[in-house]
C-alpha cells in the first residue's frame, strides 16, 4: 500500500519520523515517500509489461517538479493537461515525444508551446530545439481545426488521438466521471467515424490514434472491459475504411487505498484489460496508460498540527492549520482520508486505515480546516485518539489531487512539499510566504 507505517507509537515515513519533519518543516505539510512512488509506478509497468505499454504518468494528481523527476527516472511519459504542465513534464526530463495532451480547452499559446521549443512558455532558450509533443488529445472538431492549422503553420508534424467518449459509467463521483454522453470530454463514438472521414488525412496533424478516459477513481475493472471492447469495435470500423490505428490510450483512473484493501491491485486490472488487447499489440498497435492517483495517492500524507479543541453543545471541533485550501477532496467530493494522529499511546495503533476502528477510548470528531465556511472540513463524525492542541495529525493518501488543488483561499499560504527518499527528507517545495501571497497585488 505505502511505506508509511507506525513504529513505537510513531508514525514514520521509510524510517524517518513524521513529527520530527512537522517540527523542522512546519504545518502543514505534504510528505512523499520515494519509494512508494517508484514502488506504485513499477507495479503499473511490471503488470501490464506484456502490452509494453507508454506510461504516461498524469501530472495533474501531484504535479511537484521532483516527484516527475523521479518517475521520468524510472522511465514514465507523461500525461499533460496544460501549456504549463506539458512545461513540467519538459524541466522534470522528459522527452518530448513522451507527452500526451489532453484537455478540452487548449489555448493557441499552449498548443505552440506543445509544437515547438520557440514557442515555450518559459521563455527558456534551451527549450528552443526540444521539438513536439507525442500526441495531442483531440476533444473536439474546432480544436482539431486550430491545433492543425498551427502545425501547419510551423511546419511541424504531430500526432493526434481522436478522444471518444465511450458512454460507460465508472461509478465513480459525478464530478470524476468523464466518460458517460452527458460530460464534455471527448466525441462521441457515433461521431468518430465522420470525424476520422474530415480530418483523417491531414498532412501535418497526422489523426493515427484514440484515447478515452473513464473517471476515476474506478474501483473495478469491469467498466475498463466495457470501454476496451468499445473502442476495439471501433478501431476494426476505421480500419475497414482506411484509417490506421496505431495507438491505443486507455486513460487513467486505477483507484487507491483510501483504506486498506480498497483498490484492485495492478495485476487485477492488467489481468482484464490486458487479454483484450494482446492480439492488437502484437500486430504492432501501441498502448498508452495515464495513471495518476494509483501511483501518488499513497505516496504522499498530509501533516497538519492542531491548533484548537473545542467542545460544541453536540460535538468536538478538532481545529486543524489545514483545512479546505489545503486538501480540498473531503469538501468537494465528500471524500474519505484516514486520518490519526502521528505520535499514539499504547492501544491506539491503527490496526489498519478504515472508515471505523474498533479501539478503546476513541472521541467522535469533526476534524475541520480554519476557513470560514461550513463546508470546511477533513473528516466528520470520526473516532480519533484524544488529541490536544500541538498535536500532529496525518491525513494518509493524500498524495493525488491534495497540494495540486491547494489554493490560497482565506489568503492561507500553499503548504510546503517534503520529499523523503531512504532515510532522507528535503524540502521540494518550500512553504509560500505572506509577501509571496500579495506579491502580484502590491
Ligand atoms: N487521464 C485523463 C484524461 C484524466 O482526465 C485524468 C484525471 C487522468 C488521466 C488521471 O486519473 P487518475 O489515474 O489520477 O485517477 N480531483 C479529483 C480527480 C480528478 C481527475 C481528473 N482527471 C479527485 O481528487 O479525486
Given at each position: 500500500m505505502?511505506?508509511?507505517?507506525?513504529?513505537?507509537?510513531?508514525?514514520?515515513?521509510?524510517?524517518?519520523?513524521?513529527?520530527?519533519?512537522?517540527?523542522e518543516f512546519g504545518t502543514p505539510t505534504y510528505v512523499y515517500s520515494r519509494a512508494t512512488l517508484e514502488g506504485h509506478y513499477d507495479r503499473i509497468a511490471a503488470a501490464f509489461a506484456e502490452l509494453n505499454p507508454l506510461v504516461c504518468y498524469s501530472i495533474k494528481s501531484c504535479p511537484n517538479l521532483e516527484v516527475c523527476r523521479v518517475l521520468v527516472g524510472r522511465g514514465a511519459g507523461m500525461d499533460a493537461v496544460s501549456?504549463?504542465?506539458?512545461?513540467?513534464?519538459w524541466l522534470a526530463g522528459c522527452p518530448m515525444d513522451k507527452i500526451v495532451y489532453a484537455g478540452v480547452g487548449k489555448t493557441e499559446p499552449e498548443i505552440r508551446a506543445a509544437l515547438s521549443g520557440g514557442h515555450s512558455l518559459l521563455n527558456d532558450a534551451a527549450a528552443a530545439d526540444r521539438g513536439a509533443i507525442g500526441w495531442f488529445n483531440i476533444e473536439s472538431e474546432q480544436e482539431f481545426q486550430a491545433v492543425a492549422a498551427i502545425a501547419r503553420e510551423l511546419g511541424v508534424k504531430a500526432h493526434a488521438a481522436l478522444r471518444v467518449n465511450p458512454d460507460v459509467d465508472p461509478k465513480t463521483h459525478r464530478y470524476t466521471t468523464t466518460g458517460t454522453k452527458e460530460t464534455k470530454f471527448g466525441v462521441d463514438l457515433?461521431?468518430?467515424?465522420?470525424?476520422?472521414e474530415r480530418f483523417g488525412r491531414d498532412e501535418y496533424l497526422v489523426l493515427?490514434?484514440?484515447?478515452?478516459?473513464?473517471?476515476?477513481?474506478i474501483y473495478s475493472t469491469e467498466p475498463y472491459v466495457?470501454?476496451?471492447?468499445?473502442?476495439?469495435?471501433?478501431?476494426?470500423?476505421l480500419e475497414s475504411r482506411g484509417h490506421a490505428i496505431k495507438t491505443i490510450d486507455l486513460g487513467g483512473g486505477f483507484g487507491a487505498d483510501y483504506e486498506t484493501d480498497r483498490s484492485p491491485h495492478a495485476a487485477e486490472y492488467a489481468g482484464a484489460i490486458v487479454p483484450l488487447l494482446r492480439e492488437r499489440v502484437a500486430k504492432g498497435t501501441q498502448i498508452i496508460l495515464e495513471p495518476g492517483r494509483t501511483i501518488s495517492a499513497n505516496a504522499g500524507v498530509l501533516l497538519t498540527r492542531v491548533v484548537y479543541v473545542k467542545d460544541g453543545p453536540d460535538k468536538r471541533f478538532v481545529i486543524c492549520d489545514a483545512g479546505m485550501q489545503t486538501l480540498i477532496r473531503p469538501a468537494l467530493y465528500e471524500a474519505f482520508h484516514f486520518i490519526w494522529p502521528a505520535i499514539v499511546g499504547p492501544g491506539h495503533v491503527p490496526p489498519r486505515r478504515a472508515k471505523t476502528l474498533d479501539l478503546p477510548g476513541l472521541v467522535r470528531c469533526d476534524v475541520v480546516g480554519p476557513i470560514c465556511e461550513t463546508g470546511d472540513f477533513l473528516a466528520l463524525e470520526r473516532d480519533l485518539p484524544p488529541v490536544k492542541r500541538g498535536d500532529v495529525l496525518a491525513v494518509f493518501t493524500a498524495g493525488a489531487y491534495g497540494m495540486s488543488m491547494a489554493s490560497n483561499y482565506n489568503s492561507q499560504v500553499l503548504?510546503?512539499?517534503?520529499?523523503?527518499?531512504?532515510?532522507?527528507?528535503?524540502?521540494?517545495?518550500?512553504?509560500q510566504t505572506v509577501p509571496e501571497l500579495l506579491a502580484h497585488e502590491r
Open positions: 505505502d511505506d508509511f507505517s507506525y513504529r513505537d507509537g510513531r508514525l514514520g515515513c521509510e524510517g524517518v519520523d513524521l513529527v520530527s519533519l512537522a517540527d501549456g504549463g504542465e506539458i512545461e513540467r513534464a457515433e461521431r468518430a467515424l465522420a470525424f476520422f493515427d490514434a484514440l484515447h478515452i478516459h473513464l473517471g476515476s477513481p466495457r470501454g476496451v471492447t468499445k473502442v476495439l469495435e471501433l478501431v476494426d470500423k503548504p510546503a512539499e517534503v520529499l523523503v527518499s531512504g532515510g532522507a527528507s528535503r524540502v521540494i517545495r518550500r512553504r
